[in-house]
């Protein structure tokens, strides 16, 4: 085979035997910007191929198409780890027959790798891509640094389109994925909106409650025990998360500690921390910004790694396993611990997994932080709407009035407080809230199960059922 | 103790609720420069309600009315002195028949509600040009005087000249604020520092206040609290040393001695005097250990 | 009692605040609520609502309720200040 490119999108769909009932695949890192899926999408119901089972690592409101072609028995499955909440509000109204599949960013390479969901044509939207698909998303008018999530795809589906919008010449000597792994490569206007695939700069928060929060965070992380020369850390994109980062920064270099690795989703924060000597590298699964893109670019510290790489708990080992501290969010949480971000206050489904239960079950210390009430809804709860992530694996709660530590790591509690931190019981910040808010109403369960929520492990967490009433 | 005090703006929930977690000492919730004019009724049933629903734990709670030369300020009165705030700080006091007027309407208040005379203090607001002049007869103009307040922006106005981060524009109104404060025996509030993303502007501006002989200062954002908080908190190094003062006497009382010498200084009734205040400080902040920033 | 005359109105969209709208007519007390925390709070968004008109002697008002999250101090704030701005002006 002297080249694979195919000069039309449909030329290659047709090209590799797509059929009714079978699996394709889509990874998200071209986010919110993404053009390829519903590219792929819109091709394939004028091919009039129906039955489809779509298996995409995340799902953003750009495409909110793929409802149409659910409707219309183009896709009858769908399968992600992460759901924006303008698709989600279509599920949670029982838009599908059949149950969406919730994994984590670590279950899903698992499930790909060990055929529980194997994939038949993978879709590779690739910012560059040479002739013969050696691919990598550190480069041309759409880069969105890391491909991780791409990997697993690429390395087991039966088989690879790649999709670039950025064709060089043979061979494109810093790929990320592989030409080994790929059958076809289609040239294309445009993979996205670069506005869509990375923000300008993530900001931290001004939220002075954020703030607050964030110096707890960075106080809980400073006086766990793990605060020393080879530490690792991760932290999510959200302002608040991004405040404890910069506050442990400012820790770390005061007090001289040479961290190990930061991890996770990339954002320009981390690369500061990598610059000013925090870690010996990065290693990121996923850009979120200009600079975390830059950054994978142009240091060699900072490390492309696959999901599998990251979070895999199949893998023989997985960088979340060597994970000291975890930052994460969370819609509610209840008085055990359990975590809930994939569905809002009135049980509408609007976001997923992620890496939040890879995550804390790797991390040593993994922590939520989240205001004590949001739009006067506590919280804590007595249970969780949907358990996104299992209370065994969560050890600390940060709120702006106090600290709660999981009773199953009593030391952490202890050290907490002899730092004289303000470490209260889950119930009693739950008491706390409610007097503020009142006392919410609980939601009734819709009658029919549209989603499952699938562990790491692949056993069942948790189903989410339809919202009935529309408030 | 008020190191910090944090304005508020008076018609916005989502600030006012929050106020108490924002690790001011005191937060003011603001009826004037922060309220539209359209919206000074609402503004006033809300911070009445807030103070009086709301629990402010760890915050003292004061009102800033509108000034005296608007409609506003004795409806402000109306609806906040019968729920017997802490401090009321009334904007542009100029001189002491102002402050006067004030506390005539309040007394009147207390009176036909019942409440205590003279329980509702005030911290009047300088910031004209008269007003600095008149500083000394201000702070005296009334038993519920409790300190002053400087503000910086319209005093600038007043004065025609620019606002500047060095601040040399009000560096004469802050001494004659404070020595007219300390004369009076009352306490000296700092101007806002208004810069919100100069962190190092902060500290600097401060610590300048606290030399001068500021109690504590105003601020109008949550970031600049914790700068605030810290330098006007005693140093580890003068909480021992003033230990040292209170053990020195100790001992000396015990021998029966009158003049005592500390590291080859006597200490006279001023030092033992800043002792104490500063060992109460000490003592306060320890028991609100715990939940303050580092 | 107190006589709603104009239409009038009070608070905000903002987060944790509630904006509220009178209408004067002789229907009673006619509530309609939006609320982000319907199915949590509704209940009580609505009995206090009632609470102040009565508190307030109003009797027959068409209220509108836009309410993202305010606490129970803040509806009575903003539901007071909509009645003073619409009631008839006190001889």
């Given amino acids: ?262 991890l996770g989703g990339i954002t320009g924060y981390m690369v500061d921390m990598l610059k000013a000597g925090c870690f010996q590298s990065l290693l990121d699964v996923q850009c979120f910004d200009l600079e975390a893109v830059e950054s994978i670019r142009s240091n060699p510290k900072h490390q492309e790694i696959s999901a599998t790489h990251y979070a895999s708990p199949s893998a023989k080992s997985a960088v979340v396993d060597s994970l000291d501290v975890v930052i994460l969010g969370a819609t509610e949480i209840d008085t055990d611990f359990n975590v809930n971000v994939h569905t809002d206050s009135n049980g509408f489904i609007m976001g997923g997994s992620g890496g939040h239960s890879d995550t804390a079950a790797g991390a040593k210390l993994s922590m939520i932080i989240a205001p004590l009430s949001r739009a006067r809804l506590p919280i804590v709860t007595d249970r969780v709407t949907c358990i996104s992530t299992p209370g065994k694996d969560i050890d600390v709660l940060v709120t702006q009035k106090g600290i ?53 492990d692949g056993t069942l967490l948790d189903t989410i059922y339809s919202v009935s009433d529309i408030g | 103790m008020r190191r910090s005090m944090l304005f508020l703006p008076g018609n916005t929930p989502n600030i006012i609720i929050n106020g108490d977690e924002l690790g001011a000492d005191a937060v003011i919730l603001d009826l004037e420069d922060a309220v539209a004019p359209s919206e000074k009724d609402a503004a006033r049933i809300l911070v009445r309600n807030a103070i009086r629903l709301m629990k402010f734990e760890k915050s003292e709670v004061l009102v800033r009315i509108n000034s005296m030369d608007s409609e506003y300020w004795k409806s402000d009165l109306d609806e906040i002195v019968p729920l017997k705030p802490d401090v009321i700080m009334p904007p542009k006091m100029s001189c002491a028949a102002d402050v006067q007027a004030i506390d005539a309407y309040i007394t009147k208040l207390e009176s036909s509600l019942g409440i205590e005379s003279n329980s509702v203090k005030l ?114 190094e003068d909480i021992d040393y003033a230990y040292e003062v209170m053990e020195a006497i100790r001992i000396a009382k015990e021998q029966g001695r009158g003049a005592i010498s500390l590291r080859g200084k006597m200490i006279d009734a001023p030092i033992v005097a800043r002792a104490q205040q500063t060992i109460a400080m000490a003592e306060e902040l320890l028991m609100m250990a715990g939940g303050g920033n580092e | 009692m107190t006589k709603i005359v104009r239409r009038a109105y009070a608070g905000t969209i903002e987060s944790s605040d509630v904006y509220v709208e009178l209408e004067p007519c002789d229907c009673g007390i006619d509530i309609q609520i939006e609320s982000v925390v319907m199915k949590q709070f509704g209940d009580a968004i609505r009995s206090v609502v009632f609470e102040m008109f009565e508190q307030l002697e109003v009797e027959s008002a068409k209220v509108k309720i836009v309410d993202r999250g305010a606490l129970d101090c803040v509806i009575r704030a903003r539901v007071e200040a909509a009645i003073k701005r619409g009631e008839a002006e006190q001889i």
Wanted: glycine share 8%; net charge neutral.
């Fill in chain 2, 123 to 236: 911290m009047p607001l300088i910031e004209t040009a008269l007003g600095v002049e008149n500083a000394f007869q201000i702070a005296m103009a009334s038993r519920r005087v409790c300190a002053l307040q400087l503000g910086g922006e319209d005093l600038t106005a007043d004065l025609r000249c620019k606002r500047t981060r060095e601040g040399n524009e009000i560096d004469y109104a802050r001494k004659r604020l404070v020595c007219a404060a300390r004369a009076a025996g009352v306490d000296a509030y700092d101007t806002p520092f208004t810069d919100v993303n100069d962190d190092e502007g902060i500290y600097a501006d401060t610590e300048y206040a606290k030399s001068l002989g500021f109690t504590g200062k105003a601020s109008i954002s949550p970031r600049h609290v914790t700068a605030i908080n810290q330098v006007f908190s005693p140093s580890q």
């Fill in chain 1, 1 to 262: 085979m002297s080249n694979k490119i195919v000069k039309t999108l449909r030329e290659a769909i047709e090209l590799s035997g797509l059929k009714e009932g079978m699996t394709i695949s889509f990874h998200h890192h071209l986010r919110n910007g993404d053009y390829v899926l519903n590219m792929v999408m819109e091709e394939i119901a004028a091919m009039n191929i129906k039955g489809l089972t779509v298996n995409a690592s995340s799902l953003f409101d750009t495409h909110l198409p793929l409802i149409d072609h659910a409707r219309n028995h183009v896709v009858t499955k769908l399968q992600t780890n992460y759901m924006s909440g303008a698709i989600g509000r279509f599920i949670s109204q029982g838009v599908m027959e059949e149950l969406v599949e919730f994994r984590t960013h670590g279950g899903r390479p698992s499930a790909v790798e060990s055929g529980v969901t194997p994939i038949d044509v993978a879709f590779i939207a690739a910012p560059v891509s040479d002739t013969m698909g050696n691919c990598t998303g550190k480069y041309g008018k759409s880069a969105c640094g890391s491909l991780g999530y791409a990997f697993p795809d690429a390395m087991n589906a039966k088989k690879v389109i790649v999709i670039t919008d950025s064709l060089v010449p043979y061979p494109l000597a810093d790929w990320s994925i592989p030409e080994t792994y790929v059958d076809y490569v289609v040239a294309v206007d445009a993979i996205g909106d670069p506005n869509g695939i990375v923000s300008g700069t993530t900001k931290i928060t001004r939220d002075p409650i954020g703030l607050i929060m964030a110096s707890s965070a960075a106080r809980v992380i400073r006086h766990s025990g793990l605060l020393k020369d080879g530490f690792s850390f991760q932290t999510g994109a959200g302002g608040a998360s991004l405040a404890a980062a910069k506050f442990l920064k400012d820790i770390m270099l005061r007090e001289n500690i040479k961290g190990s690795f930061g």
């Fill in chain 1, 404 to 456: 709660a530590v999981n009773p199953r790591n009593k030391e952490l509690g202890e050290r907490l407080r002899q730092a004289g931190l303000p470490v209260v019981d889950i119930h009693e910040l739950k008491r706390i809230a409610e007097r503020i808010t009142g006392v919410p109403q609980r939601l009734e369960k819709g009658e029919r199960a549209v989603a499952k929520v699938i562990y790491r």
